[in-house]
């Protein structure tokens, strides 16, 4: 259709017509099997408005989703098609590492090429909208959802937004295997007060657009189609509400003209935050707002036909949300094919098909961090090795937003060991499960009493004991510990940062009779990591890595892949120090580690400043030296760049990959900048003794930020040059802007 055809339609739609374009319901309304994201409570929905809802959530499958579209479409008096939307978080039946994980490879490119994957599982399934990228940046390991990020770096995350949009999208979401992006969540729902979930958001303007705007800004000017207002309350007022961070800021700054639709029941509650005195009030503050889509309550299709016909709402206001909803329908082809790519063949030829699992391997290969490694890694073979600890056997390897993902197309640890055991020694043992009865509270009430149960006739001493006699017996251990999939995600904040107490006593245990330990951290978090440092010889951090999280981790372990990652996140000394960010101001009292004054200086008594590991760190099986970091030129004028480089040699007796990462101080601001900040990075693969000159070219927008005076730029002044393997390098070139 074109722009005036789609006019005409909506002006020939009723007033219910057009307000049940704007509801969106789970597709449990249509007796659809569904995944529930949120709370089921009374949304107050009509029969009438179910039928002609414009968007359902939920609903995955090419057969059912044309059986329900084809019956929907019959009911609807102008046969307009309904949008498929679903949370495709890390892929869609081929999983690939959490987001978080996927940060760590620091290559957004990768993480395209993964999302145009996902894309076309979905496209084929019936799906039209991802609820993806989440572009929350988050500095605090406590809250749930940090495993949907990309991490703690504005940089990476504008990088990461734009790859994900465009591997989603595309040029054209109406053209095969494409689906439209939803970023969320607008906005700053990753900085919640005490990590713990749905709580007050409250961030300066400063902090605000220059450290969580840039994301969302990436998604919105890469072309993301559809926004969605987050849960939170931003220094006061619900996002959902906030007209002014909608209207203004999203749609006017950013440019952003595609659909805005409500996080689950956000509408609704923004009567509990006190900020709606009705469902009536909540509606006329969301349609002034600007949200164009009511996710989950029956507020839009109950209360705007009233609103609007006691003239409390101009149809104005209606109309133009309706014509978004239509405009992005029109967009992704559904008034000339409402099937698009929905094809129950293609379904079985593309999902789950080898050319996806390899790319998830390749995916969760490059997400593994090596935090330590005393000369243990690689295995070597003919060495007699034991594999213990609960993930050993485990296979619900993949993030808590794997919606579709099922245990049994997931590869193990075990499976992929004993599929390739070469000339290998080795034995398995479990140890004890993930979670024992004082761990239960950590995850979600209903899988603690599937767990409960799965434990009624386990002897954990006798687990114990055998694992321990594996231990005895072998050259080393890799022992699989860390956090059930369900610990993390979406309403699962956590005030402590440790293992679960039975996975700390395995450690202890297995340490007493054989300390050659090689930790395998399954996490979708930065966990408290200090009793594992002190018992292990090596720590690699998989996150949640998916379908292929077996064959990735034994290839890594066993040398065929290295692991090349590098933390997206800090990981805290302990709880105490969250949020722990790399890019934090320098207070006016500054204070480095092991300096011998500390008195009135900016630090704890009881633990240092800086995070057991630092945002970029991470090891490979060789080692690499940097030298020689030079700038063409001290002095930087208007218009001109500069260019820095750094000789890098690997130094080590293996090919490695080194992420070169460009750090830049600007020095004094007229609002305080952070010590360092990540400007660039560069994968760079040499062979052992091999060296390069790895060159970085310095431009003015890289130097710009949001000023005291609301205006965006870059301020003369000293800057300060750093490259290095992670944020904690020091040496530095400085330049002259003038
Ligand atoms: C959830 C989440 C949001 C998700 C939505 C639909 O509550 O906050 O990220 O996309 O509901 O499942």
Redesign the pocket.
Known sequence: MNQIELKTLLADMSLEEKVYQLLQVTSGFFNQET?L??PMRDGGFSEESIAGAGSI??LFGAKKYKEVQHTYMQQQPHGIPFLM???V?NGFKTVFPIPLGQGAAFDPELAGRCAQMAAKEAAVSGVHVT??P?LDLVRDARWG?VM?STGEDCKLNADYAEAIVKGYQGEDVSEPYRIAA?V??FAG?GAPTAGREYNTVELSENTLRNFYMPAYEAAVKAGAKVV?AS?NTLNGIPSTGNRHLMREVLRKELGFEGVLIS??AGIEEMINHGYASDRKHAAELAMNAGVDVD?MTGIYSKELPELIKEEMLPMELLDEAVLRVLELKNQMGLFENPYKDADENLEKEIVLCKENRKLAREAAEKSFVLLENDEILPLKQLEKIAFIGPFVDEKEIYGAWSMLANAEDTVSIKEAVLASLDDYQITFAKGTPILGAEDYQLVPDHIAEQIAKEQENLCLEELLAGAVEAAKTADKVVLTLGEHRCMSG?AASRAMLDLPAIQQKLLNAIYEVNPNIVVVLFSGRPLDLREVKAHAKAILQVWMPGTEGGNAIWNVLKGQAEPVGRLPISFPYCVGQVPVHYDEFTTGRPYKDGAKERQYLSNYRDIPNKPLYPFGYGMGYTTFSYSNLTLDTDIMREGETIQASVVLKNTGANHGVETVQLYIRDCVGSVVRPGKQLKDYQKVALNPGEERKVIFTITEDQLSFYRADGTYGCEPGEFQVFIGKDSNVEEFQSFVLK
Do not use: A, P, Q
Request: glycine share 8%.
């Open positions: 995944v994201t949120g959530i939920g939307m679903l949370d978080i609820f993806s989440m959802r949907e939803c969320k969540h729902y969605m849960f996080d689950w996710m979406e």
